[in-house]
């Protein structure tokens, strides 16, 4: 993981027009806060900074440690009795953003973009970033940032963890499942990272009866694993921060990645790279071919 | 506890862990010490050969407390007898004799801290066996972490207390090794000759300096006036609310008991919880007493330099940092703590 270091004294182009859009944005009312990131001592990527006021905007920073994706916040009522939220997103972030709006669970209105192109963050880029389709993103109220060429799509690469794991034998596959699901001591840190898990009581916080065993045994750490990676199918855009925070390293960016490219090949999809796409899961169509549920 | 007379000093021949692990198999004495996993995280293992111990890491991932405090770990078992007749039975026995060699002085002082809560007003009774079963052999920490803060909260990378005895590494050359209680001389006993008394006038090593980043002591004053302070909605706004603070935390306790049964078998299991859950103070009647993430981030604080103190008269954190070190938004105890500090100290 790139390494934070100090506080630079000076802040790059990127970095002043942030703090400039951000502080003008605070001080004439279109927001109560502005989200972005942060140095802080002892982290070694950029933390979550809630600017209220154009003084504490300039403390915004944008470099290859701003790996979280802010999106997480949007839903939060104690963000929103902030006011209005100012967000600052990267292509990746703002493809959460999309689902959300998608799914209405935010509107275009209670947000107010700051769209920060980017080629990819950490040193050596995360895989996210190899592949990912939006270095650019579009439809934001700011867009900050010198261009970035955005590479054409690959899948072989986009696939190849996955095509890896599928290389192996069935037997190989669940010895390897099996000792990466053990390892799950049920923090949830997964769930609470993802900005698609807003749920306001997950599956396993519903108790009577009690749907997923919360014990952090095998069977336990499987049924919530695999609940959760269902219930992001069709969803899921690929940030990698579940996967980035798990404490113990299970690497759950290859269920998503798998789902993900389960719903390319299946419905020509991709989550999250428009607020007002049809998702296939969520979409009623009279002249859908499919008649299985009728 | 760091002043052990330098009687109870002794020498470690170069090959004492193959010794100590070939008469600890022969006594049919469980070891579990560090050993690198497959994708490079270390943690404490059962081992038989010292080719698997790691001798150079920082710390297990999953602390100590895991030994004797599981993640998850079955009470009773049910079954049912007959109608209406439940036969209950008692849960997994506690494992037999073990030692734990080389865990640091950081988690094993949390056992400190552990039995203090074990032992309160009901003595528990799986963890009261594995403690009693139990030998812990630390090794003293000669090259501390950017995250590691143990000589803010009274411990230090060579602290003996809740260990039975701490081993100094030098390498893998000849070792010292710092007897502290009677469960540690009986280890000694079981290395033969690979230990002999130190020399007359052999001293411990000093520990490595470690910048002391806040007093507890000041904390504890603030806490004492502030359960309301704007502080913590401040502090609470980025929180996510999941619970991998608590779980790596080496001295965090809480837990949560739930039934897993099918039709005619159960199990009452005991699992971690962590208070920045949102349930974990949901009341039946759907009352919350903590219903948002500003009261629970501020109980975490709370418990551990506050209410813990108040009870116990010592605070509930090692300074391992596993919580700084594992946060996914790089919330931070030491920068909530050093700005509380600061806020005492206007």
């Excluded at chain 1, 004294?9 to 502080?23: D, G, I, K, Q, Y």
């Excluded at chain 1, 980035?244 to 389960?262: E, F, H, S, T, Y």
């Amino acid at each position: 993981m790139h390494r934070t270091g100090e506080n630079r004294m000076n802040a790059t182009p990127v970095e002043e027009s942030l703090r400039e859009a951000a502080a003008g944005a605070i001080a004439d009312g279109t927001v109560g806060v502005v989200i972005g990131y942060g140095h802080e001592a002892g982290s070694d990527v950029a933390t979550p900074l809630f600017a209220r006021t154009p003084e504490q905007a300039r403390g915004l920073v944008f470099d290859a440690t701003c790996v979280g994706n802010l999106a997480i916040y949007l839903p939060k009522p104690e963000v929103r009795a902030l006011g209005r939220t100012g967000l600052v997103v990267k292509g990746c972030d703002l493809r959460a953003v999309n689902v959300l709006l998608r799914e209405h669970v935010i509107e275009r209105e209670d947000v107010f973009l700051i769209g920060v192109r980017c080629a990819g963050v950490c040193e050596p880029p995360l895989h996210k970033c190899t592949v990912c389709p939006v270095h650019d993103p579009s439809g934001c109220d700011v867009t900050l940032g010198d261009s970035v060429e955005q590479p054409t799509a690959d899948a072989s690469r986009a696939n190849a963890l996955v095509a890896e794991m599928e290389a192996k034998s069935i037997e190989e596959r669940w010895e390897f499942w099996k000792r990466q699901m053990t390892k799950c001591v049920r923090c949830y840190a997964c769930r609470q990272v993802c900005p698609l898990c807003y749920c306001k009581r997950c599956i396993v916080e519903k108790t009577t009866p009690q749907w997923v065993e919360t014990s952090p045994h095998l069977r336990g750490n499987l049924a919530w694993n695999v609940v959760r990676a269902f219930h992001l199918t069709g969803r899921c855009v690929g940030c990698g921060e579940c996967e980035r925070v798990c404490p113990v390293d299970i690497p759950l960016g290859l269920l998503n990645q798998k789902m993900a490219g389960l719903m390319e090949q299946w419905f020509d999809f991709q989550s999250g790279l428009a607020p007002d796409e049809q998702a296939p899961f969520t979409t009623w169509d009279p002249n859908d071919p499919e008649e299985g549920i009728l | 506890m760091n002043d052990v007379s330098e009687t109870k000093l002794y020498r470690l021949e170069a090959d004492w862990l193959d010794a100590a692990l070939g008469a600890l198999e022969r006594d049919g004495v469980e070891v579990l010490a560090p050993v690198k996993d497959e994708d490079g995280s270390v943690n404490l293992a059962p081992v038989t050969a010292s080719s698997e111990v790691a001798t150079d890491y920082l710390n297990a991932l999953i602390p100590l407390k895991s030994v004797f405090m599981p993640r998850t770990e079955v009470l009773i078992e049910y079954e049912r007898a007959g109608v209406g007749d439940v036969e209950v039975l008692p849960g997994a026995a506690p494992a037999g004799q073990r030692v734990v060699l080389g865990c640091r002085p950081c988690d094993a002082r949390a056992l400190v801290m552990l039995d203090s809560v074990f032992n309160w007003d009901y003595e528990d009774v799986p963890y009261r066996a594995r403690r009693d079963s139990t030998t812990v052999v630390s090794w003293a920490c000669m090259d501390p972490g950017p995250h590691c803060f143990c000589t803010s909260v009274g411990g230090s990378p060579h602290s003996a207390e809740g260990s039975d005895a701490v081993v100094y590494l030098a390498g893998s050359g000849p070792a010292l090794l710092q007897v502290v209680t009677a469960k540690g001389a009986a280890f000694v006993e079981s290395l033969g000759d690979r230990a002999q008394p130190a020399a007359d006038g052999t001293a411990l090593p000093e520990p490595p300096e470690l910048e002391t980043k806040f007093d507890t002591g000041e904390i504890k004053t603030w806490l004492d006036e502030n359960f309301e302070s704007e502080l913590w909605e401040e502090v609470s706004l980025r929180c996510l609310g999941c619970g991998a603070c608590s779980f790596l935390c080496p001295t965090c306790h809480c837990f949560d008991i739930v039934d897993e049964s099918t039709w005619k078998h159960g199990e009452r299991r005991r699992n971690w919880d962590s208070c920045a859950f949102c349930q974990f103070t949901q009341h039946a009647s759907g009352h919350n007493p903590r219903p948002n993430q500003t009261t629970r981030c501020r109980q975490r604080v709370m418990h551990k330099f506050k209410y813990f103190p108040d009870r116990f008269e010592q605070v509930a954190c090692v300074g391992c940092g596993r919580c700084a070190q594992n946060c996914g938004v790089g919330q931070n105890l030491v920068s909530i703590l050093s700005r509380i500090q600061s806020e005492e100290k206007p």
